[in-house]
């Protein structure tokens, strides 16, 4: 997969992105990941990218035109036709099933937006699709770029290593994951759950079922309504 990233800042998305395991990843070539200067597509010897809102009011929008040259550079480039990003507190919020979807296209671009935003006509001409991290605004489209980047390299074979397993993480089955401990196997007082000593791996697998699904009725009741309880879910609740 490749991930295109069109920013006014793209030493604040590299920086980020080449550490830890995303780095890696690349550097493994698991997945590309291109950070480009919306600067470069500027208007004029000031290479201008921004400009006042119609209508009134304060703060700058950046301009359309710079946007579409940097979209129709990286396609031109790549030759795949790509899913357009924006991101922006009005866009669809984010959540590990739209992350599933993401990670299957071959190319993204994501658009930063920075001071008001972006002008609405570039975001219909190539049909962008909005994407917000939560509901609350920040400066900036870096670090929701970063996130999305984040969240959907983690989907893509080979990134993680083996023992690390997505599928058993918070929300990948809409549950939140159940409580992990490691040694010492008392700590303070807290003693470990005698289950998780026991080698006994269907207990232990039924105990964190347990768990996941008590956390998360009690922590996110919004998610929990959405579980389809099986039968042995019913049972293992019932035990509590
Ligand atoms: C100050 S914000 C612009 C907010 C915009 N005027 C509005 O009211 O919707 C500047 C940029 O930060 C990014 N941004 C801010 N909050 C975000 C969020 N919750 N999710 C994704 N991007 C966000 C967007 O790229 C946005 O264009």
Redesign the pocket.
Known sequence: MRIDIVTLFPEMCENLLKESIIGRARSRGHLQVCCHQLRTHGEGVHKRVDDCTFGGGK?ML?MADPIAKSFDAIVEHTGVKPHIL??????RV?NQEMVKELAAHESLII????????DARVLEEYDVEE???????????E???VILTDAVSRMLPGVLSEDVCFEEESHYDGLLEYPQYTRPAEWRGRAVPDVLLSGHHENVRKWRRAESLKITRKMRPDLYEKVQLTKEDKRLLERE
């Open positions: 703060g950046l924006y991101m922006s507190p009005r866009g984010l658009l930063c937006g920075h001071y008001e935003g972006v994407v917000s991290i939560g509901d609350f605004v920040l400066t900036g489209g670090l929701p770029a």
